[in-house]
């Protein structure tokens, strides 16, 4: 114990190693981030990661995309009292509903295509020779543009993954 005065005389009972408490906000006015900004800044990671995933592996970023909204919605709740939603909310919303609207687009296109990638899959899969396959192709490629609207030739650049 510190048995020295005080500025007001007083005797303080402050031990003489321990640091003085802060008083008012720290330097530079920043306080350290809530929950409600924790979880906006997750949502905004989130958001993005989705977005990107989608691009590569749309299954991954639909998941991504979903967690994204629930997790911005929950910042959204956490900041209910204040006039501006934390940042990286907004941002999450708009990067997971954009990751969210792109994977059902591409699921209703898997879906929609999916007995004549199918039948390729299991033609290739069964040819023995590249004649073979490029055989396969020759027949189920016009089937998939047809399809799709396009013409075959638009789907030369996807022989290969298809």
């Known amino acids: ?24 906000p720290p330097p530079g006015g920043a306080l350290p981030p809530g929950a409600a900004e924790q979880t906006a800044r997750r949502a905004l990671w989130l958001g993005v990661g989705s977005l990107v995933i989608t691009l590569f592996f749309w299954p991954g970023g639909l ?16 900041a209910a009292g204040r006039t501006a939603p934390p940042p990286g909310v907004t941002g999450g919303l708009v990067t997971g509903t954009i990751s969210v609207v792109l994977g059902v687009l591409m699921l209703g296109l898997a879906v929609y295509l999916w007995p004549e990638v199918s ?10 020779t590249q004649t073979d396959r490029a055989a396969c192709e020759a027949k189920w490629l016009p089937e998939i543009a047809h399809k799709l609207h396009v013409r075959t030739s638009d789907l030369d650049p996807l022989k290969g993954m298809l």
């Not at 998941?63 to 956490?78: D, I």
């Open 1 to 24: 114990m510190n048995d020295q005065p005080g500025p007001s005389g007083q005797p303080t009972s402050q031990d003489p190693w321990r640091p003085p408490e802060p008083q008012g």
């Open 63 to 78: 998941a991504l995309g979903v967690a994204a909204l629930v997790v911005a919605t929950k910042a959204r709740r956490l």
């Open 119 to 128: 039948a390729l899959e299991n033609c290739k899969s069964d040819a023995n």
